[in-house]
Structure formats: C-alpha cells, structure tokens
C-alpha cells in the first residue's frame, strides 16, 4: 500500500504562487506514474499534470501549460507542483495521485490518493 500526503495549499492572491507537495511511503517511488488533480465544487476531478516514472515525461492541463511545472525527487519520494501567477479559476482541492502506468491521464489511471489539499486564489 502506497500513502501519499499533500501540502503546500492555502490562500494566496490572484498573480501570486504556491508549490504543493507530496510525501509518497513507498520503497518504489521511482518506478510510479505520479499525478496531480484538482477538483472545483460540483466539478469532476480533473488532471492538472503528471510525471512518468520513464523518462520523467510530463503532461499538462492546457489551461495550466506555462504557468505550472510538476517535478520530482525520487531520493526523497517527493512530488511537487510549482504553481505560478494563479488565478481563480485554479482554485479547488488538489490531489496527489499514483499510478502503476506510463502515462497519468484520468481518474482511473491512479492506484493511490492523497487525502487531497485545498487552494484558493481570491480575485
């Protein structure tokens, strides 16, 4: 069993920054797809941005692409997002996910969820 724990939210300023992380308990950290998802009130859960375990490729939410960077430290089984001049519309509840697959694209891809972290970007 894999836990994965968030932090890194809060409130911050529309144009401002946060960096979510994610602490994963796993000896095979390296070898996992890793992922962030946001979900809005009454909203599905939706990718933002995940890392393959090969190569480190990564892929991105169109409404994300140059304003956020998702990376990883596998020494320190640790997933991050850098979140840049955020706006509103980025607000929600991110989660970290984890996947036993070459690619993070939806819900089902993951195997593993963090209990998720709040953001809110106030206009």
């Known amino acids: 069993q894999v836990q994965l724990v968030e932090s890194g939210g809060g409130l911050v300023q529309e144009g401002g920054s946060l960096r979510l992380s994610c602490v994963a308990s796993?000896?095979?950290?390296?070898?996992?797809?890793m992922g962030w998802f946001r979900q809005a009130p009454g909203k599905e859960r939706n990718l933002v941005a995940a890392?393959?375990?090969?190569?480190?490729?990564?892929n991105y939410a169109d409404s994300v692409k140059g304003r956020f960077t998702i990376d990883r430290d596998n020494a320190k089984n640790t997933l991050y997002l850098q979140m840049n001049n955020l706006k509103p519309e980025d607000s929600g509840v991110y989660y970290c996910?984890?996947?036993?697959?070459?690619?993070?694209?939806?819900?089902?891809?993951?195997?593993?969820w963090g209990q998720g972290t709040q953001v809110t970007v106030s206009s």
């Open positions: 996910a984890a996947g036993w697959v070459s690619q993070l694209v939806r819900m089902n891809d993951a195997a593993y």
């Open positions: 796993t000896r095979t950290f390296s070898r996992l797809t």
């Open positions: 890392i393959s375990w090969i190569g480190g490729s990564t």
